[in-house]
Nanobody
């Protein structure tokens, strides 16, 4: 089992920045893909960014160029640096993980989930 705990959410004005962190614990040995997802009421959860065990990164078109995902394997921590935030970035952000060398595209293929951290961007 892998436990994930997010932190770093909050409220910020448009154009501002936030950095989310996700601390992983438990059975974190081996190849693990980790990613960030977000969800707003009434909408499906979507993958924002992910980084594979081989350090290959993915970004959704909506955040490309503004968000940066990184992982510190020594600290078992995943980060999401969010710059130039927009009101449409407002959502609950979740950290997720799945075992394997590559990151799957489908949300439901991720096994482990954190509780989420709220990000609110005001105009």
């Amino acid at each position: 089992q892998v436990q994930l705990v997010e932190s770093g959410g909050g409220s910020v004005q448009a154009g501002g920045s936030l950095r989310l962190s996700c601390a992983a614990s438990g059975d974190t040995d081996g190849s693990i893909c980790m990613g960030w997802f977000r969800q707003t009421p009434g909408k499906e959860r979507e993958r924002v960014a992910s980084v594979s065990a081989l350090s290959s990164s993915y970004y959704s078109d909506s955040v490309k160029g503004r968000f940066t995902i990184s992982r510190d394997n020594a600290k078992n921590t995943l980060y999401l640096q969010m710059n130039s935030l927009k009101p449409e970035d407002t959502a609950m952000y979740y950290c997720a993980a799945v075992r394997g060398r590559y990151c799957p595209a489908r949300v439901h293929d991720y096994t482990y989930w954190g509780q989420g951290t709220q990000v609110t961007v005001s105009s």
